[in-house]
Each structure stands twice: as structure tokens, then as C-alpha cells.
């Protein structure tokens, strides 16, 4: 039902779109014509999608089911050791570890020569990306979600106001974290 609306709201602007161009474009009556070929197109893409994933397809491809877990885990005489198991939820103490690792990145890419370099507005714009990120990481239980997100913009970012080793860093750091 979820994907369905959300389909047929994507067709909708889609449509809104062509629509609003078309007639602003002054087109007319072959217009009509073109735009009633595209609505069905539109249709079938959109069934052709909701019908492909209804039977675990996309496209010519197969999805892949999320695996079932379950997953115990005993360590004796390891001082310091960590343990890191999961599908999708991670050891608190390998987390909790690895988040201090992320921040120290952003500090250490925040102080670096790569990011003095860096204008006025980019400098402040890497701040404002890392600054969420890093409040999500000194969180107690951060939003893994979060993380992800605003560790791909801050990498992508960094990558391409040219902060080629702080990207990398970072990059690295997240990649321990969710893998």
C-alpha cells in the first residue's frame, strides 16, 4: 500500500510537470495527443514496477530476502577484546568504540591543511555537515540511519571541495562502523 501511494505520487508530479510545461509552451491539440501516450506509458511503467516487486523482482533481477539472525556469541579470557556480530544491529562496545573514531576524523580533518585551504563558504559548509554528525555520534544510541546519511554528505562533500584525505578518512572510518 506505502509503495503503491507513493508510486502514484510520483506519477502525479511527473505528470503535473509535462502537464504545466505543455501548456505554458502554448502546444496545443498535438500536445494532447503526446500527453495522453504519456500518461499510459507513465501507467504502465508504475504497474509494471509495483507488479515486479510484488513477486521479488526488479526489473530482470531477483531481490534478495533479508537473512534471519540469530547469532550467540561467548568470549572467556580475552581482555579487551570486542565483539562484533550482527545483520543490521552492531556490538554496543565496537559501536560506541567507533564513534569516538568518527569524531576524531572530523576534528583531525577540521584541523587539517586540506580544509584551511578551503574558502570561507566550503569551510563553513564541511562545519555545518560535521557538526550533525558529530552530535549524532556523541549520541548514546545514535540513529544508525543518520549516520549513515550525513557520513555519505560529509564524505561526498569533503571529496569534492577537493579534502581528498579527510574523505578517504572518514570513509574508512564509517565503512569499520557498518560493515
Known amino acids: 500500500m506505502y509503495l503503491k501511494n507513493f508510486a502514484d505520487r510520483v ?17 496545443g491539440e498535438v500536445s494532447t495527443n503526446h500527453l495522453e501516450k504519456v500518461r499510459g ?6 504497474q509494471q514496477a509495483l507488479d515486479d516487486f510484488s513477486h521479488g ?6 531481490l534478495k530476502k533479508d537473512p534471519v539472525v540469530n547469532a ?22 565496537a559501536f560506541v568504540q567507533q564513534q ?18 578551503l574558502n ?5 559548509g564541511f562545519r555545518d555537515i560535521a557538526d550533525v554528525l558529530k552530535a549524532e555520534a556523541s549520541t548514546a544510541k545514535p540513529d544508525t540511519g543518520k549516520l549513515q546519511r550525513w557520513g555519505k554528505t560529509l564524505v561526498t562533500f569533503a571529496a569534492d571541495t577537493g579534502m581528498k584525505a579527510a574523505s578517504s578518512t572518514i570513509a574508512q572510518v564509517l565503512t569499520k562502523i557498518f560493515t
Open 100 to 117: 569516538h573514531q568518527l569524531i576524531e576524523a572530523i576534528d583531525q580533518a577540521i584541523n587539517s591543511p586540506e580544509f584551511a585551504a
Open 41 to 46: 506509458k507513465l501507467d504502465r511503467f508504475k
Open 57 to 62: 523482482m526488479q526489473g530482470s533481477e531477483r
Open 72 to 93: 550467540v556469541i561467548n568470549q572467556s579470557n580475552s581482555p579487551g577484546a570486542v565483539a562484533q556480530v550482527g545483520a543490521g544491529t552492531f556490538s554496543q562496545s
Open 120 to 124: 570561507p563558504d566550503q569551510q563553513q
Open 11 to 27: 506519477q502525479h508530479l511527473i505528470w503535473a510537470e509535462i502537464t504545466e510545461k505543455a501548456e505554458r509552451l502554448g502546444l
